[in-house]
Nanobody, 124 residues
Framework: QVQLVESGGGLVQAGGSLRLSCAAS????????MGWFRQAPGKEREFVAV????????YYADSVKGRFTISRDNAINTVYLQIFSLKPEDTADYYC?????????????????WGQGTMVTVSS
């Protein structure tokens, strides 16, 4: 079992930045890759980025490359999503998720555990 708790969302002006956190707990976290997804109102859940606890390799959706950075702090079992140059279209619920799948898991169905989400609203 893996428990995930996101935090750091809020209301931000366009052009600003935000750092989301995902605190993870559970056994053998090193087996997992941690992903961030987002879901805008009325839209499907969208892959954003993924990072592996072991080794730290990352992969990003093309739509966020250059503005989003995923990182982890193994000492405190926390994964971060730093977002720069926020745009109104970044407004969404952001979710952290965990998977044991190898490769580049980009589909929601490939993830086993999910957090409750944290809302990001970007005003223009």
């Amino acid at each position: 079992q893996v428990q995930l708790v996101e935090s750091g969302g809020g209301l931000v002006q366009a052009g600003g930045s935000l750092r989301l956190s995902c605190a993870a707990s559970g056994r053998t976290l090193s087996r997992y890759a941690m992903g961030w997804f987002r879901q805008a109102p009325g839209k499907e859940r969208e892959f954003v980025a993924v990072i592996r606890w072991s080794g730290g390799s990352t992969y990003y959706a093309d739509s966020v490359k250059g503005r989003f950075t995923i990182s982890r702090d193994n000492a405190i079992n926390t994964v971060y999503l730093q977002i720069f140059s926020l745009k109104p279209e970044d407004t969404a619920d952001y979710y952290c998720a965990a998977t044991t799948r190898w490769g580049r898991p980009v589909l929601p169905g490939e993830y086993d555990y999910w957090g409750q989400g944290t809302m990001v609203t970007v005003s223009s």
